[in-house]
């Protein structure tokens, strides 16, 4: 069984739409849950981190977290065109702080 | 200033050269990383250093070789590469302790081993 898994897409939207990225993941000890961006070719940029059950939103993001569950997702409204992209899904690692597990990510494509 | 610089941004080598990659960051972060990125793939941990000591090897080749001569410096040296060595290798710096605010990569290496 993977350990965070996430639709390969693509995920294709039209301009203006909410996009609605998830992502599961099986190890019940995890700890923190940080949403990525990655343009073809680029490196990834943290657009959003969680670590408690429930919403947060930072601008037209809002990442969701549901520990019993063992979901997070990752919204997006009024999407962009310049929000086409892959988004990666990490999970701190419980008992490694320093380590991240990622999914395999998902393409987003927003049409105009 | 909150970038990690990576240099330099493409770098073609022959299996018989050695080279280096460099990394920095002046964000007092005290934990950096080197990553290993393939295509359509999510990036790959080689290592981490931690206060400058290394703290994670995953089981890296030896061809690859982490220094990190200070705080702010990181470096990568390359020898002996395979053809499947050719990736985007990603520099990234946290705060430490651990990640509890993620990841700043640098903008990455793209090599490619001839």
């Known amino acids: 069984q993977k350990e965070v898994e996430q639709n390969s897409g693509p995920l294709s939207v039209p301009e203006g739409a909410i996009a609605s990225l998830n992502c599961t993941y099986s190890d019940r000890g995890s700890q923190s849950f940080f949403w990525y961006r990655q343009y073809s070719g680029k490196s990834p940029e943290l657009i959003m981190f969680?670590?408690s059950n429930g919403d947060k939103e930072d601008g037209r993001f809002t990442a969701q977290l549901n520990k019993a569950s063992q979901y997070v997702s990752l919204l997006i409204r009024d999407s962009q065109p310049s929000d086409s992209a892959t988004y990666l899904c990490?999970?701190?690692?419980?008992?490694?702080?320093?380590?991240?597990?990622w999914g395999l990510g998902t393409s987003l494509a927003v049409n105009p | 200033d909150t970038e990690v610089t990576q240099t330099p941004k493409h770098l073609v080598m022959g299996m018989t050269n050695k080279k280096s990659l460099k990394c920095e960051q002046h964000m007092g972060h005290r934990a950096m990383y080197w990553y290993k990125q393939k295509a359509k793939k999510p990036p790959e941990l080689m290592f981490v250093y931690s206060y400058e000591k290394l703290s994670i090897n995953e089981s890296v080749p030896s061809r690859f070789s982490p220094e990190c001569p200070n705080s702010s410096l990181l470096n990568l040296h390359l020898h002996a590469l395979q053809p499947e060595d050719s990736a985007l290798y990603l520099c990234a710096s946290s705060q430490d302790p651990g990640i509890s605010y993620g990841y700043t990569f640098g903008s990455g290496t793209r090599l490619t081993i001839v």
């Open positions: 990490a999970l701190g690692v419980a008992g490694n702080n320093r380590k991240l597990i």
């Open positions: 969680i670590y």
